[in-house]
């Protein structure tokens, strides 16, 4: 629990850092962007430390790629 307080802590300074910033020079698509990017690396990050089980963004990648994969593998091997 300390950790998910430390990892909201380090957001919070950079929130206080980045948005004055964003807001005084009328930039919302880009606070935006930054506000859904931290709010998911926070939670990701506060996941990790409770030791919950955050799924891997490889094995999706590899699961895609897969038929192709196997489908150019075959045409390699049988021109022999």
Do not use: C, H, Q
């Not at 957001?11 to 206080?16: D, R």
């Not at 919950?52 to 038929?67: D, F, G, M, R, T």
């Amino acid at each position: 629990m300390l950790a998910a307080a430390g990892i909201l802590a380090f957001g919070a300074v950079i929130v206080w850092m980045e948005v004055p910033d964003l807001l005084k020079n009328k930039r919302k698509k880009d606070f935006w962007v930054f506000s859904v990017l931290l709010t998911l690396g926070l939670g990701l990050a506060i996941a990790k430390s409770m030791r919950a089980e955050v799924p891997n963004p490889l094995e999706w990648i590899a699961y895609l790629y897969k038929p192709l994969s196997d489908f150019i593998f075959g045409l390699l091997e049988s021109s022999d």
